[in-house]
């Protein structure tokens, strides 16, 4: 498609950045004045010399983490994006792209390491150092509706098969790979 494009990412600092590609099959930045050797470097501070192709927005206009942040996704059916950090006061946060919505600020003691979002179960996983992992109810962030506990170590990912509704997790060790029916433990919380 010749639409609209965005890439999210999270900095060191704790910001959420977003790059709206404005015409992406002509290019995602203005071509450079004079020929350069190697590859094309934008500054952010040279962003608006390429406002043409590419719009930058930074997400809560500073810092959305305490902490630097892990991971960041976009959920085009709700407009919503999720980051998180290693952060106790705001491990993950969940805020509207539009800023027309609720933020939903989410605190786990050691922080968030990684998260995956499944639409069809309404559900949040989050892993972290503690090694646990939590589901959560994308608009409740007092606290998880579960906790799952197994591994002996941090938790590196999780991700939740759509197809089948299983939970994988992943710890640092690579020796523990935990597989929950995600689904069902969703229907006996909620």
Same mark, same amino acid.
């Given at each position: ?21 404005? *015409?992406? $099959?002509?290019? #995602?930045?203005?071509? +450079?004045?004079?020929? *350069? ?9 040279? #962003? /608006?010399?390429?406002? *043409?192709?590419?719009?930058?927005? $930074? ?16 959920? +085009? ?16 946060? $969940? ?15 050691? !922080? @968030? ?11 949040? /996983?989050? !892993? ?9 109810? +994308?608009?409740?962030?007092?606290? +998880?509706?579960?906790? #799952?506990? !197994? ?7 999780? @991700? ?17 790979? $935990? ?5 069902? @433990? ?5």
């Amino acid at each position: 498609s010749s639409g609209i494009n965005a890439e999210y990412g999270g900095d060191d600092s704790g910001a959420v950045h977003i790059f709206t590609f404005l *015409q992406p $099959l002509k290019g #995602l930045f203005e071509a +450079p004045s004079k020929k *350069q050797d190697g590859y094309l470097k934008i500054y952010f501070k040279d #962003l /608006a010399d390429h406002s *043409q192709r590419v719009h930058y927005t $930074l997400c809560m206009g500073g810092a959305v983490h305490t902490d630097w942040v892990r991971k960041v996704i976009y959920i +085009p059916q709700t407009d919503y994006i999720i980051s998180c950090s290693s952060s106790s006061d705001n491990s993950m946060v $969940l805020q509207d792209r539009s800023k027309k919505k609720k933020t939903y600020v989410y605190k786990v003691r050691k !922080g @968030v390491n990684c998260f995956d979002f499944n639409k069809t179960l309404n559900v949040i /996983a989050t !892993g972290s150092t503690d090694h646990h992992v939590r589901l959560w109810n +994308p608009y409740v962030e007092s606290k +998880p509706t579960a906790i #799952l506990k !197994g591994h002996q170590t941090s938790i590196l990912d999780v @991700v939740i098969n759509d197809s089948t509704g299983q939970l994988f997790s992943y710890n640092s060790e690579f020796r523990d790979t $935990l597989i929950e029916e995600c689904g069902s @433990v969703v229907d006996h919380v909620y």
